[in-house]
């Protein structure tokens, strides 16, 4: 079992920054997936960033490349998603989710991710 909190949202203005923060039970190994995704009202749950634990490589959604960035602390088992030059429409509930990785890559689909935090609201005003 893998419990997951997330912490670090908040509200902003565009152009500026958050990190959030995602800790977890201490059950994560090097063989896992810890992912962040997010969900605006109305719209289906969106793969934020997809990250690997054991190599930390990690794959971005398109709309955030080059904007956001993951990162975990082992020794805090925190998982870490630096954003930066936030836009309105990143504004969303985030999630923090993981899974025991099957394959080279972890999968963006959320229903792969039996384990979820409770959300964090992050909003960004023009």
């Known amino acids: 079992e893998v419990q997951l909190e997330e912490s670090g949202g908040g509200a902003v203005q565009a152009g500026g920054s958050l990190r959030l923060s995602c800790v977890d039970s201490?059950?994560?190994?090097?063989?896992?997936?810890v992912a962040w995704f997010r969900q605006a009202p109305d719209t289906e749950r969106e793969a934020v960033a997809l990250?690997?634990?054991?190599?930390?490589?990690?794959q971005y959604g398109a709309s955030v490349n080059g904007r956001f960035t993951a990162s975990r602390d082992n020794a805090k088992n925190t998982l870490y998603l630096q954003m930066d030059n936030l836009r309105p429409e990143d504004t969303a509930q985030y999630y923090c989710?993981?899974?025991?990785?099957?394959?080279?890559?972890?999968?963006?689909?959320?229903?792969?991710?039996?384990?979820w935090g409770q959300g964090i609201q992050v909003t960004v005003s023009a």
């Open positions: 990250f690997k634990t054991g190599t930390g490589f990690t």
């Open positions: 201490g059950n994560i190994n090097v063989n896992y997936c």
């Open positions: 989710a993981a899974a025991p990785r099957t394959s080279q890559t972890c999968p963006g689909s959320s229903s792969f991710y039996p384990y």
